[in-house]
């Protein structure tokens, strides 16, 4: 089975405050997405990354910066947090090339900015 | 860009009624993903729908993909409790298997007795 792992469940940080938010994944997918999740809004896509180092801006990118060094390792970056990105952030990998193309989801962490 | 919408946001069914869960989308998009997801907890995929026509079932849900008219449905059949949660659809700009993936804003389903 897929495993994505975020490594936070729950974050409360301050105002200003730098964020990283990990996800690691066990199954060598080339491809991973962060997410946004409010209610009545869906599923937002922040960035995503095909491969290694590659990296490309999703549909609500602003307040937001990723770092792909690793293959498994994809990590969310809040540089200066504000009270708008409280929010449940999903993290999801996908294999490069399979039929179906759907995306695995890690656990979700519930960020609450103060 | 592809725009992806669900009706109804809420649903309240009683257990052993029937209910569809609608989900248009705005562009082509020859596949369509189906999740749930329960409280507290992550997205499961239920059905990846690839071509017109599609037809999946797993248990009490049914979905189906009519890219003609841009509509995918999850039919609901004969509910019980067990199936509350919360359903999403998404869809794929170009339909590729490699795009980004879109979601719409998710439907809380609550079945009752």
């Known amino acids: 089975d897929v495993k994505v792992t975020q490594s936070s469940r729950y974050l409360v940080k301050r105002t200003g405050e730098k964020v990283f938010l990990e996800c690691v994944q066990d199954?060598?997918?080339?491809?991973m997405f962060w997410y946004r999740q409010d209610p009545g809004l869906g599923l937002r896509l922040i960035y995503f990354?095909?491969?290694?180092?590659?990296?490309e801006k999703g549909d609500i990118p602003e307040g937001y910066s990723v770092s792909r060094e690793k293959k498994e390792r994809f990590s969310l970056i809040l540089e200066s947090a504000s009270t708008n990105q409280t929010s449940m952030y999903l993290c999801?990998?996908?294999?490069?090339?399979?039929?179906?193309?759907?995306?695995?989801f890690g656990e979700g962490s519930r960020l609450t900015v103060l | 860009e592809l725009k992806v919408e669900q009706n109804p946001l809420f649903l309240s069914m009683q257990e052993g009624k029937n209910y569809t869960i609608y989900c248009n989308y705005s562009t082509t998009s020859d596949r369509l993903y189906w999740y749930r997801q329960d409280p507290g907890k992550s997205l499961e995929s239920l059905f990846v729908?690839?071509?017109?026509?599609a037809v999946k079932q797993e248990g009490r849900l049914m979905a189906s993909l009519d890219t003609k008219a841009r509509l995918s449905t999850l039919h609901i059949t004969a509910a019980v409790h067990d199936l509350s949660a919360t359903y999403f659809c998404a869809g794929v700009a170009g339909g590729t298997s490699y795009g980004k993936l879109t979601f719409g804003q998710g439907t809380i389903l609550t079945v009752h007795p």
């Open positions: 990354s095909y491969d290694v180092k590659m990296k």
């Open positions: 199954m060598d997918h080339e491809n």
């Open positions: 729908l690839l071509s017109n026509g």
């Open positions: 999801a990998s996908r294999l490069t090339g399979g039929i179906s193309g759907e995306l695995f």
